[in-house]
């Protein structure tokens, strides 16, 4: 299309454009959407069997069944058990027990500082009964010794 066919198509379309804005309708000018073809600014006939046609549904078609296959993919990929499984399983064990066992080792320590004293106490001889818990303790252990060499 030259550009002096293209600048008379554009004045014949804008004195229709005139006309129609003024109220005089030209029946031949009345160019519904459905029928307009905007590339070759003619009248187009429908045909129902026109595969040229390009409908949402052709552009659609099989993009469903492609997405539920790549969410199946993705699916069995998060489904993984490593990826489901903390990487620690007691964390909230150990979380929930640290105030206990600190209360617990407090008194361990304190134990184990009793048993120091008592010892000290019972070597210096301030305390009879516990040197002879003492000896006693003694003696198991050396004849467990002996049994073991035998």
């Known amino acids: 299309m030259s550009l002096v066919e293209a600048l008379e198509a554009r004045k014949v379309r804008l004195a229709a454009l005139r006309k129609r804005k003024a109220g ?3 029946d031949d000018s009345v160019v519904q959407n459905r029928n307009f073809d905007p590339e070759s600014r003619t009248i187009r006939k429908h045909n129902p069997l026109d595969p040229s046609e390009d409908t949402i549904e052709k552009n659609v078609e099989g ?3 492609k ?3 790549e969410d ?3 699916r069995a990929q998060e489904l993984d ?3 489901i499984a ?3 399983p007691n964390w909230d064990l150990k979380r929930d027990m640290n105030k206990k066992l600190a209360k617990l080792e407090r008194r ?3 134990a184990i500082h009793t048993l120091i004293r008592q010892r ?3 070597q210096k001889g301030e305390s009879d009964d516990l040197v002879g818990a003492m000896n006693a303790q003694e003696k198991r252990d050396t004849s467990d010794v002996s049994d073991e060499e035998d």
Do not use: W
Request: aromatic content about 4%; proline content about 4%; overall charge negative.
């Open 108 to 110: 361990t320590q304190e």
């Open 24 to 26: 005089e309708v030209d």
């Open 81 to 83: 058990i490593f990826n």
């Open 120 to 122: 000290l106490a019972a």
């Open 67 to 69: 997405i539920i296959a």
């Open 72 to 74: 199946e993919v993705r």
């Open 86 to 88: 903390p990487k620690r």
């Open 63 to 65: 993009l469903a069944e």
